[in-house]
């Protein structure tokens, strides 16, 4: 998903080592791009909150473009999409080609799985990881027949399994946004997050409450339960566009929820025992109205979360698209 009215288009320190440098910035949090001072901080959380009743608030360590991290020959436009937490890299999903990237936490470095395309239209909207016996990744394609594709643990794009899902859309392009994997009593389930309301097409005006189709996996292929998860009715975003969950010591899961139009983070709390949520959670907004376009969420501890912005008009964004930003939940 990317903005709407774009959703068409085509498209030192001089002394320190690299690694030196590497490493201070990832102990210290120190950040690629300024965060906002104190008092333009809080008037940017207040205009980002969108009517929102906001409880959190997140802290900037550091960002920087993907084009500065893992620049590819002959693409200009980095349609970040999904972003998942592996072995120390953040592994990101793109709707403008079928390579994967993976990206450093201090954001220095990074590149590309083996395999994939980096001229195909994939419509990869989200991803995560199977840790369970054999590892791998799994992608889901937005379009009005759902998809799942499988990679695997190292991404590899000569490695793909395309398998289906019995969720169908009205619409190619407001299917599913965000996806989540978890094993429960023994089978693998994945989360599909629907980007409009209640998994319909519809979306924006003063919001809406969003669904997650859960879905049990079936020899090569996924069904979902007739009714949907719904989000707690705190949470009315414009829009919905991705999803992360966390496993707690005590077997219940951190679920984090983005949203493009709305321009927040919702973190709540999944049941380890039903598909239910155990409270209202926590609303954050972004730091700014600059930050208009996020696609991906993953978290990389329990107060700390990664973020994916896709491409929009460079006018709308204020130069905070295409982009990796990690932040503090405080």
Not at 46 to 53: E, H, M, N, P, V
Not at 83 to 108: E, P, R, S, W
Not at 208 to 226: E, L
């Amino acid at each position: 998903m990317r903005n709407q009215d774009h959703r068409h288009r085509t498209h030192r320190l001089p002394s320190l080592p690299r690694t030196s440098l590497a490493l201070l910035m990832f102990l210290s949090g120190a950040c690629l791009e300024a965060p906002l001072s104190g008092s333009d901080s809080e008037e940017a959380q207040a205009t980002a909150s969108d009517g929102l009743t906001a409880s959190g608030t997140l802290h900037l360590v550091r960002e920087r473009k993907l084009s500065q991290i893992i620049p590819l020959s002959g693409i200009n436009d980095y349609e970040a999409s999904g972003v998942q937490l592996h072995a120390g890299q953040l592994y990101i999903v793109f709707n403008n080609m079928t390579k994967i990237g993976h990206v450093a936490l201090d954001l220095l470095s990074g590149g590309y799985a083996s395999g994939g395309s980096s001229s195909a239209q994939s419509q990869y909207e989200g991803i995560t990881f199977d840790d369970n016996a054999t590892q791998h990744f799994y992608v889901v394609v937005e379009q009005t027949n759902a998809e799942v594709v499988q990679y695997d643990d190292v991404a590899s794009g000569s490695s793909t399994d395309h398998q289906s899902t019995n969720v169908t859309f009205s619409s190619g392009n407001k299917g599913f946004e965000g996806l989540a994997w978890l094993r429960r009593n023994t089978n693998d389930y994945l989360l599909g997050l629907c980007e409009g309301f209640d998994c319909t097409s519809n979306h924006g005006g003063s919001g809406g409450r969003g669904a997650i189709r859960v879905m049990a996996q079936n020899g090569s292929s996924w069904a979902a339960d007739p009714t949907s998860l719904r989000l707690p009715l705190a949470v009315t975003f414009k829009d919905y566009s991705d999803l992360a969950l966390r496993l707690n010591p005590d077997g219940t899961y951190q679920v984090a929820v983005t949203s493009q139009e709305s321009k927040a983070l919702w973190i709540g709390r999944l049941s380890a025992t039903s598909w239910s949520f155990l409270d209202d959670g926590t609303i954050y907004p972004l730091p700014s109205s600059d930050y208009c376009n996020v696609e991906g969420v993953s978290f990389l501890s329990a107060s700390r979360v990664a973020l994916v912005s896709d491409m929009s008009d460079p006018t709308s964004c204020n130069n905070k698209d295409e982009m990796v930003h990690i932040f503090d939940l405080q």
